[in-house]
């Protein structure tokens, strides 16, 4: 693995961060629920009256974010190694555990683990672990 020194940003991500980190406190004291992706969009789902409008307003701020932000700043060129069929087996693949383990990494890492909770700590530690299997499996040992 080799890090892009010329395209690392600390200061960008510590402030990413932070402003996640201030959403999501704000959302649980303003709405009183967790800033988990998969629950607001899973939402949408299953419709309840009076609960559709700030889901679709959230969803759309979370899809309209990258777009501002390229307007005032140069985004890195993105590669990705995979192929349609690859990132849609995937996508499922995430889909499916975020429905299993009751969360997805925002509601989990990032709320669950705020609040201490011991099933978000378990949930992490396995998506977490999952996922450094993979890197490990796919780059290094299938190549």
Known sequence: MMIDWSNFTPW?????GVVLGLAAA???LVNGRILGISGIVGGLLTPRKGDVVWRLCFVAGVLMAPVSY?????VAAVHIEAGLPTIVVAGLLVGFGTRY???C??????????R????????????MGAG???????RHVIG
């Open 132 to 138: 450094f299997v993979t890197v490990l499996l796919v």
């Open 116 to 127: 201490l909770s011991p099933r978000s700590l378990v949930a992490t530690l396995a998506f």
């Open 101 to 103: 383990g009751s969360g």
């Open 70 to 74: 390229r307007l005032i700043a140069t």
């Open 105 to 114: 990494t925002s509601g989990h890492g990032v709320c669950g683990l705020s």
């Open 12 to 16: 960008a991500a510590l402030a990413g």
């Open 26 to 28: 704000l959302f649980i």
